[in-house]
């Protein structure tokens, strides 16, 4: 891998090209995070903060152009990414069609506007299989805000999909718009005394077990097993991920340490980005229960990282 060298976007910083290209690479040419780290001799956690970085910043017009131009001098897609692509042009150049975009989504949507003005969802896909689409087919946007929406400049065919929906049963779908994350919301907030609800330890507790979660590439894993958590900690005894087997490790020794429920809402609010309401709902708990229990975890967490690293927490990278 050779490193582009591109202007900065903003205010001379030189490691802003640095972290688009190592965006790039993972989330668009489909890249892991430790060859990458391989490569350029970085540790996997800085390149991980780098690819969040820009990530954070993507709807940032000067960080948009930075990644369209580091692709378009790339030239190749990921596989996965790839496929959302086609999948999806094929979809917009049909009538009826609609890109749907949002700061806090993790997935862009792809949906259709039928003649009673429901809309069904057609496809999910990739934020980056989303930004590929605005580039190569000119998108023509529709509405913008923390919502925006696009549709192809000349759809060519007819709206086909039409033909897959039942309407004997209601398709309608509810965008599924995630919020922030709990982390961030929770750190914003202040008791009676204007002290934080959550200090900035206990964030950075929640934000190393986010970063082994990373590292190990357990999301699969996570998702497919988030219903049984107890059975996850008495079974998990070998790394069932592709990921870093050491970052496994750290990863399911603190869930074990935390035990069934604090594990439970730490793996929902602090990897998996969950909000807290749907969260309680899930596990049966009651309203505005979530942020207390989450607070308990995140103290635990911090008494084990500081158990194993010291102060700090061992914080890697």
Known sequence: MTQHTLPMARGGDAKLGQAAQFYVWNHIEGKSLREIARKTGCHATTVMRHIQRIADHRDDPDVRALITSIAGQSGTLGAGVEDEFNRAAKLLKQADTLLVVATDMDRALVIGKSGDANFHQLDAISQDAAHILLVRLHLKSVSRGRVSRYCHPNPTHRAKWRDHIDDTTDQTTVLPVRGEAPLTILARRRDGQGDAFLSRD???????????????????FVQDTINDVPAVLDAATQCPVSGDPAAWDRFIAALRDLGPGLADIALRSCCLNE??????????????SGKVVLRIALLRLKRHYDTLYGAGGGQIG
């Open 202 to 220: 206990l964030v950075q507790a929640g934000l190393r077990l986010s970063e082994d979660f990373v590292l190990a590439a357990a999301s699969r």
């Open 275 to 288: 909000g807290l309401e749907r969260s309680e709902a899930a596990l049966g708990w009651s309203a505005r």
